[in-house]
């Protein structure tokens, strides 16, 4: 999984399969310039996410679904602890509570998101786990305009799903679905970690939480294939790409964007999987799979915007 970006309301979350940023954004307003290189900032770390979990489905056959993640997760919390060097004296239990509620969350849709793309292609998975954050955006929200933007997310899932979900395979569907319902436990605690901990502090002590759940689960599958100098510098590839890359692009962009121009940039977190499965993994979408994505792209946006209004 984005550091989330703390504001005012969770609906302003992007929708990603990583964990956004845990610091506040500024309220904003750069110049035409700045803001020009902050939404190029903002796209080039959603292309680096969608693309390493594209690249990630490539280490499959080698490490599984479980093992990939597994070094994911625990090669990317291995950098941020190294980088950020948290304390870890001072803290309640309530502190350790969130923390760790937190890297649960982070960890198993991690885990449920490898899962899904093992079995369905990457712009269906995406879509399908960003209805997650959209359904929490209704749910928060009080303006009746959500609604209609859930609505319309429905319409492009069933047009997705169009001739039974079957196509899609039921197991993965519901793995993509269960991974979109942990985001949205991930946005509500991710807040709560961000007003506890300082600086990234809530985020790398909640992936390495995240690493302890997945690393057993990757061992026991995978093995000592996960010791292979190939798999580990694949899955080092993976992790800089689905967290390194984008936790830095995302920090320099968010000292250019409000908050809510973020949120709406990366709601393309489907079409760019899209994009990345058709590049990398040579996962051909129909037009009616296109069409739905868009629609589910458009209704991310649309609901983030009337919440912030």
């Known amino acids: 999984m984005t550091t989330p970006v703390r504001s005012s309301s969770p609906a302003t979350r992007p929708p990603a399969t990583r964990p956004p940023t845990v610091l506040r954004g ?18 080039a770390g959603a292309v680096s996410v969608q693309f390493g ?10 490490a599984g679904a479980l093992g990939t993640v597994a070094l994911r997760v625990t090669l990317a919390a291995s950098l941020l602890l190294l980088v950020t060097r948290p304390r870890l004296r001072g803290y309640t239990r309530g502190d350790w509570a969130v923390a760790c509620g937190f890297g649960l969350a982070l960890g198993g849709m991690n885990i449920l998101f490898y899962q899904a793309i093992d079995r369905i292609a990457l712009g ?6 960003a209805l997650g954050p959209l359904l929490l955006s209704v749910v928060v929200s009080r303006r009746r305009a959500t609604v209609l933007w859930a609505a319309l997310a429905l319409a492009g899932v069933c047009l997705l799903g169009r001739g039974g979900f ?57 093995g ?22 984008p936790y830095a692009l995302e920090l320099l962009a968010l000292r250019r964007l409000p908050a809510a121009t973020f949120a709406v940039l990366t709601s393309l977190a489907p079409a760019l999987a899209a994009l990345a499965g058709y590049l990398v993994l040579d996962q051909a979408l129909s037009l009616p799979q296109c069409a739905a994505i868009a629609m589910v792209v458009t209704a991310g946006a649309g609901a983030v915007r009337t919440g912030t209004r």
């Open 224 to 245: 000592a294939a996960l010791l292979e100098p190939g798999v580990l510098g694949l899955g080092l590839a993976i992790a800089v790409l689905s967290s390194g890359v």
């Open 53 to 62: 979990s594209a690249f990630a489905a490539l280490l499959f056959p080698r």
């Open 26 to 43: 500024p309220a904003g307003r750069g110049s035409a310039g700045g803001t020009g290189i902050g939404v190029g900032l903002v796209l």
């Open 166 to 222: 079957g196509r899609l395979d039921l197991t993965g569907t519901a793995f993509a679905l269960g991974a979109g319902a942990m985001w949205a436990a991930y946005i509500l605690l991710s807040t709560r970690a961000g007003a506890r901990f300082p600086r990234l502090d809530g985020l790398a002590i909640a992936m390495a939480v995240a690493a302890l759940v997945s690393l057993p689960l990757g061992v026991g599958t995978a």
């Open 124 to 129: 269906p998975a995406v879509t399908l786990e």
